[in-house]
Each structure stands twice: as structure tokens, then as C-alpha cells.
């Protein structure tokens, strides 16, 4: 069979365990694509998360070439400061784009094709085994689903709104934050802000939720709800809801 | 297989007397970029995401302080291990926090953070806090 439509772990599961090299692609448009070499994963891409390239261009200037894999930055495993920040988007890429095509909604439907005569995009840097990608995964599920369910509830793709007036006269922002904060407007979700910036959706998701617990940012109210009241300690209590601040705990999403 | 650049960091940290476990960090996620020094009987996933809780903790204390500066390092003692904490940024969007697990019996805490602090000046910088910049937004 050409086409196969089993959930996408338990095909991942068997190509990672028989050793396989190639591409593993999902149509669809939440589709896309899981780079293997010898069982390991080595790139993941998907439609709905920014790829490496942008980042890395805005955090270290132009990227290589594709098939340039002998000079890209990290081959040399030197440690450098451009070669980090390359190893980081590539890795951070994979997991954020293994996140939307293993997670959601059921994946039995969606179409998959493995080619083995495809050969995998490694971008020069070492893979990682299919159990350390699934834990990964399923650590970044945790954290999505705290910010779920915290007092403001937050996804990739909940709309956003400054905080009017801030009740602090002062205060500090990382340059990512204020990367984020310069471009809220109009209809902007976490989602919309790491395509413009180029950053992967799961870490602006908790950058903008760290936003929230600021009180910079809030979530868009729907249009039958009354507006926030204009005064600076309302806005700042409209932004974070009962007692404390919205927060997420990285050790609560690893378990015991 | 290329080895991973967070190795080369990490293979400098290794020279630290009394050296157990050293791992590389993003802060913003809490992934897990790199790590060395595997031991059974210290959790990586466990200590990687309670040093990032930590510094997510201390970044949002920073800011609400407007402290004109961001974490440079934390450590904390344990009876029987120090564990160090050193962000750097090897960009300016990027922060990486290094942990380093070491042998209380045999490490010297003084000489282990200057050590740390010098691992590798082009790669290993502090990002500049953007302190009030938020005034106005």
C-alpha cells in the first residue's frame, strides 16, 4: 500500500525500531514531514510551524544553503555562538513541528507516505531517538495543557490584547518579550507572532503566557463581554483574574 | 553522527573538579539542548526542569522589579551536591541556562564558578535586560 493511514506514532514507532532512512511525509494541511536517518529523527517539519531559517537569520544572520550540510554552522561541533543558535533552531523546529503532527486532534485520518529513496534533511547536526522526541513531546503536552486551564486560559491560537495601562511605573522585559510585545495588534495569537518573528509556536506560546502573568497581556474577550474598565489597577486585575499569577511549572509537566 | 556544538560546551564543563552532571538548557521552554555526565541516581528531567522553573521564578521577580539586570547565576547547595546555574545568550532572543551538578566533597565552589563563568567568552555572554522599556507600550 502506497498511502497508509495507521496513527502516526505507531508508523513512526516501527520505522524508528527497523532502522530506517528516509521521509516520512503527512498531507493535509496540517501536514507535513518527519526526517529519519538509521531510526533516529533527525528534522521534523510541519505547515502550521515556522521552520529554522528565519530565526537563525534574524538571531545570527543568513542561514546555508539547503543541501549546504558540510559548512552549516554546528557541523563542526565547535560551540561557537553561531553554532548553538543553529543547533537550537533546528532542534527547537523539530520539536515544535513533532508537537502539532502528534498531538491534537486523532491522527488516524491523515495520509502518510514513507520514501525511502527521499533523502532525510539533517541540517549537519546529530539526531535524537524516537523515545527522547515522544517524551519531549509529551512534556510540551503538560505545559500546553496548564496553560490551558490556567485563569487565563491560553493556546497557540487565542487572540491577544495589551493590558491598556500598566499598574507598575516600571518594568523589565527580556528582548524576545519585547520582540512580542512591539507586534500585538489587530488580531495577533501566539501562532501569528512566531510566524512574523520566526520563532517556534510552543516557545512563544509560553513567552506570551509569561507576558500574561506580567499583566502586559491579556486574551481577547469575545465582543458580547463587557470591555475592561479603563482605570490602570482594573486592567491589571482584568489581565490575571482571582488571587496570584497565572503560572506553569516545567517540573509539574515531567511527572515522577 | 556530527556531535552536537552543546557538547563542546558541555566537554569544558566537564573539567570541573568534582563534576556528576552538566546539562544545557533553553529557559524559555525548558528543553533539554544537551547533556553530560549521565548519573542513576539524579533525575536529567527532573533537575533540567526545576533549574528552569527557577530561573523562569527569578526572571519574573527581575521584572517586576525593574532590576536593570537580568540572572547571571544561582547556586544552590545541596548536603551532599552544588548545583550551578549560569545563563548566557548566544544571541540576544536566546537564553540557555547551564547547569552543572557537582560533588560537594570534592568540588571548591569558588574556583568551579570561575570556571564556569569563563567556559567560553564568544559563546557564553549575558543578554542586556531591557529595563522600563515597557513604558509607553
Known sequence: MYFQREPLVVRLRRLAEAGRTGVLRVSGDDGGAIHLSEGAIVYAESRRTPGPGTLFARLAGPGPEPGDADTAPGTGGTGSARDLAWAYTVREATFDAALELLSGRPRYGLQQRFRDSEPPTAHGLPGLSLAELLAEVERRRNLVRQMAESPVPLTADTPLVRVPDLAAPRMQVSALQWALLIRIGGTATPRTLAWEIGHSVFATTLEVFRLVALGFLTVARPAAEPAPRPDAAAARSDAVPGDGRPMVSFLRAVGR | ?137
Open chain 2, 1 to 137: 553522527m556530527p556531535e552536537s556544538p552543546f557538547d563542546a560546551v558541555l566537554s569544558r564543563v566537564r573539567r570541573i573538579d568534582g563534576f556528576r552532571l552538566g546539562c544545557v538548557i533553553d529557559a524559555t521552554t525548558g528543553t533539554v539542548l544537551g547533556s553530560a555526565g549521565r548519573q542513576e541516581d539524579l533525575s536529567l528531567p527532573v533537575l533540567a526542569a526545576g533549574t528552569a522553573d527557577l530561573a523562569n521564578v527569578i526572571a519574573l521577580m527581575a521584572a517586576d522589579l525593574a532590576a536593570d539586570g537580568g540572572l547571571e547565576d544561582v547556586v544552590v547547595t545541596l548536603s551532599r551536591h552544588y548545583h550551578l546555574i549560569r545563563r548566557f545568550s548566544p544571541a540576544p532572543r536566546l537564553r540557555f541556562l547551564l547547569l552543572v551538578v557537582l560533588d560537594r566533597t570534592q568540588a571548591n565552589l569558588a574556583m568551579a564558578l570561575r570556571e564556569l563563568r569563563g567556559v567560553d567568552p564568544d559563546a557564553v555572554r549575558p543578554e542586556p535586560a531591557l529595563s522600563g522599556r515597557p513604558q509607553g507600550v
